[in-house]
């Protein structure tokens, strides 16, 4: 069975031969098994991964197991088994999230029950998305508070705010509330700043026949699309801001006007806002109404980088190798190397920088056989610093424009009009990049 789909046990105790007798029972009952001798090792271990329980020793060589049940208690079940009986550490053990508290030496049929109530209980909640949530792949504890808060808010009405760099599935997560929240009618997505500014409020709200030059049949909006069900307004800092003003009206009344239209008419729409940059920073530049914050940030989600999602990346990285080798018929995999590589790379792109890598290496692979080529052959530039970019020889002429319109982007901190300026070209023909990458995207 793989690792992700066993019950997971952290073991924290300087003496190893507690650790290894601990591990060795605790696999023979088919847990996922990870040791830890000091307070530091736990820390590391549990923003790692999610553990569906922690074994604690209170006297660490650097502090108190105490100190991580306050840190990480309301997160993964935590037994303390100790040898410390005092008076003063079972009254402080008292009223923390401590699951049980037992006293060394540890009876072998006492941890055996222990882990039956693990595994019973996760028997229980199987299917309840604790693990995973809609599409989205990993089991880090920076992931699990991200699915915890999803099944909290996603039957309710809040409006949510997505926030996370580019590339760390706001889009999985918008779809992944839709699914929870049951509503009937279907999820409907659109890329606020991939749309010229002049037909975002036609995209939105719809238009009738005629309405304006080119209008030549009536149009649906996507709020009328999404009717009784989700609306995902991806990177809402680039929707102007007199749309922002019609956008904040349509939520306090739940009524939309197509354009050309003299009477309104009742939605029924959930609404999602993402972006991937702080809106703090948005409010301050003056891209995004406070007013319209408030009201779309009814429940706010962060979603983590990749960097800060510990062993999901190798998780991420076998569920893609795993889809491409369906999808063509093959049996590759990546090389032991290679998976340490995986680790150590910070991904600034995030899970779609990582998909790129992986089908790009998958594409190296000369033969069934042979491992996956190592990940520091996979960047499509040889060299990218703060104000450069270098390409090898023979780089795709639209890779190359596409590489270079989104890091003169980013320079200028998504600002469009700065952006075409610097690169001589119109703000138009900016919009209609990102539309054919977005579309793209879409389309692998």
Request: net charge negative; glycine share 8%; with cysteine.
């Amino acid at each position: 069975m793989d690792d992700c789909a066993r019950p997971r046990l952290l073991v924290v105790d300087d003496d190893n031969d507690f650790v290894d007798t601990a591990t060795a029972v605790a696999e023979s009952r088919n847990f996922y098994t990870r040791g830890a001798g000091t307070l530091s090792d736990a820390r590391v271990a549990m923003r790692d991964e999610h553990f569906d329980l922690v074994l604690l020793e209170l006297a660490l060589p650097d502090g108190s197991g105490f100190d991580l049940v306050e840190e990480f208690g309301n997160q993964s079940p935590i037994a303390v088994v100790t040898g410390d009986i005092s008076l003063d550490a079972a009254t402080r053990a008292v009223g923390m999230p401590i699951s049980q508290y037992l006293i060394k030496p540890l009876v072998q049929q006492q941890f055996c029950t222990l882990l039956e109530n693990v595994q019973a209980g996760l028997s229980r909640q199987a299917g309840s998305h604790r693990r995973h949530c809609g599409a989205f792949v990993g089991d880090s504890s920076a992931m699990q508070q991200v699915y915890r808060q999803i099944q909290r808010v996603g039957p309710t009405p809040a409006n949510v705010l997505l926030v996370g760099e580019s590339g760390t599935g706001k889009e999985l997560a918008a779809r992944a509330l839709h699914e929870a929240s049951a509503r009937s009618g279907e999820f409907v997505g659109v890329n606020c700043g991939a749309v010229a500014p002049e037909l975002l409020a036609s995209h939105l709200f719809g238009h009738e026949r005629g309405s304006f030059t080119g209008a030549i049949r009536q149009h649906r909006g996507h709020f009328e699309q999404a009717q009784g069900g989700t609306l995902l307004l991806d990177e809402i800092t680039e929707m102007p801001l007199a749309l922002q003003v019609h956008l904040l009206r349509v939520l306090e009344t739940r009524r939309i006007t197509r354009l050309g239209a003299i009477g309104e008419q009742e939605i029924d729409v959930r609404v999602i806002a993402a972006c991937n940059r702080r809106p703090q920073d948005a409010l301050r530049e003056g891209r995004l109404r406070e007013d319209l914050y408030f009201r779309l940030a009814e429940f706010s989600i962060a979603l983590p980088p990749l960097r800060q999602r510990g062993s999901d990346v190798l998780l991420i990285a076998d569920a893609m190798l795993q889809e491409l080798n369906e999808r063509h018929g093959t049996a590759k995999q990546f090389a032991p190397c290679q998976r340490a590589n995986l680790r150590l790379h910070t991904w600034p792109g995030n899970v779609r920088e990582l998909r790129n890598a992986v089908y790009r290496a998958y594409i190296l692979g000369d033969d069934a056989s042979l491992c996956i080529a190592p990940v520091q052959t996979l960047d499509t530039r040889s060299a990218d610093t703060e104000g450069m970019l270098a390409f090898p020889v023979g780089t795709r002429l639209d890779l190359v424009e596409r590489e270079m319109l989104l890091k003169t982007l980013d320079h200028f901190h998504g600002d469009k009009v700065r952006t075409a300026k610097a690169l001589g070209i119109t703000v138009k023909t900016i919009y209609n990049h990102l539309a054919r990458h977005a579309s793209e995207q879409r389309a692998n």
